[in-house]
């Protein structure tokens, strides 16, 4: 099913000839996924660069604060209130 819509989104009937379609040697092949340059593995912690560097990534959300990240101290925690002593 998933290689179907594949071959649909891509306009595989309209794009590939049927003369193209066939067994692949498989030393072609080998030096495809044996090579670490071609569709290299990374971490989350080393893809983000290579996400915006071809216009990839997160899009920041209206209520992205600029700073170190941290809360302002500024405002008096929600606590629990307590009644007023008679």
């Known amino acids: ?3 179907d819509a594949a071959w649909e989104a891509g306009g595989g009937d309209r794009t590939i000839g049927a003369g193209d379609l066939g067994a692949i040697d498989e030393g072609v092949l080998s030096k495809l996924y044996q090579n670490p340059d071609f569709l290299p593995s990374h ?3 080393t893809i983000g660069p290579l996400l915006s560097a071809c216009g990839v990534g997160p ?3 209206g209520n992205h604060r600029k700073g ?3 809360r302002s ?3 008096p925690k929600r606590g629990r209130r307590h009644a007023p002593a008679s």
């Open 1 to 3: 099913m998933l290689w």
């Open 59 to 61: 899009r920041p959300s």
């Open 73 to 75: 101290t500024s405002r």
């Open 68 to 70: 170190t990240g941290s």
């Open 43 to 45: 971490t989350i912690d």
